[in-house]
């Protein structure tokens, strides 16, 4: 498959928006998000991000479709509940840059384009000028009766582009899991990578 690589900012994320919402809504089904979301909704979310002139979006394309994307953005422009943890241990944001989603359809997995979005996005964040990236990852219990028996944490891919979990360094977010009848609060470890 020919898949190419393209760095979206600006005005350039608009054009994205329909495509970013439908990947977070397939791929964040699997486990272990098991997210069950809207279609509204993550449109909302989407625009919210890029509303920051900092965001960056990195799109995965086959033929002009959009098959994957990663986003970054500035920490300090991220909601209170993203930054709590790094205020509460007094971990100045101001340097930090903040990599969202990593979506990528199935058929497209195991070719080198999760490394292609670190690049890119750690690429983006050192022009900026942070001195450190981090991400958060759910935390999920290893005998969930929704885990699959192939399933596999990404902690070694993590570890191995030079990512640490931080101990103690958790937010809370709120989504509606598949089979939920309402939004419950989850566990998001960060992981911290200083350049």
């Keep these: 498959m020919a898949v190419t690589i393209d760095v979206l900012t600006g005005a350039a994320l608009h054009d994205a928006v329909d495509a970013l919402a439908a990947l977070r809504i397939a791929v964040f089904a699997e486990y272990p998000y098991l997210y069950d979301g809207s279609a509204e909704y993550e449109r909302a ?101 929704l885990r699959p028996a192939r399933y596999h944490p990404h902690d070694r891919f993590w570890t191995g582009r030079g990512y640490t979990p931080v101990g103690g360094l958790v937010t809370r977010l709120a989504w509606k899991d598949h089979g939920e009848a309402a939004e419950t609060p989850k566990a998001m470890q960060y992981w911290l990578r200083v350049f």
């Design 45 to 145: 979310y989407v625009r919210e991000f890029m509303a920051e002139p900092d965001s960056v979006l990195i799109a995965a394309k086959d033929a002009g479709r959009i098959v994957g994307a990663a986003t970054a953005s500035p920490m300090a422009s991220q909601k209170p509940e993203f930054r709590a943890p790094f205020d509460a241990r007094g971990i100045d944001t101001a340097s930090l840059f903040y990599f969202g989603e990593s979506v990528l359809l199935p058929e497209y997995r195991g070719q080198g384009i999760g490394h292609a979005f670190f690049d890119a996005r750690e690429a983006q964040a050192q022009a900026w000028g942070a001195s450190s990236a981090c991400f958060a990852s759910v935390v999920r219990p290893d005998d969930h009766p």
